[in-house]
């Protein structure tokens, strides 16, 4: 089980979006994660008839490392730490360090 996951609501801690909060869209390798809306770049492309597409500058949103970002708890807005604990019925959950409260629950 991962710390963080597809479709968690992150806020960036370090870089140039610092303070901003996205969804995660794409779990890369090496621990690397596609916020939505967030680290966008300009890609110049060149135009490819064979495939239809046209040239130009296109933004475009790369991964930005695992480190760098943290979970939002829902009830106080604010980044917090996550860790795991095994439940009763025997599954495996991620929780949130300051209050103790299931992450997705």
Known sequence: ???LVKGDQVIVVAGK???KTGEVTVRGVNGKFVVQ???LVKKHTKPNPQMGAAGGIVEKEMPIDGSNLAL???ATGKADKVGFKVLE???KVRFFKSNGEVVGA
């Open 17 to 19: 979006d610092r303070g």
């Open 89 to 91: 019925d025997g599954r």
């Open 1 to 3: 089980m991962e710390r």
């Open 37 to 39: 809306g967030l680290n």
């Open 72 to 74: 939002v708890n829902p």
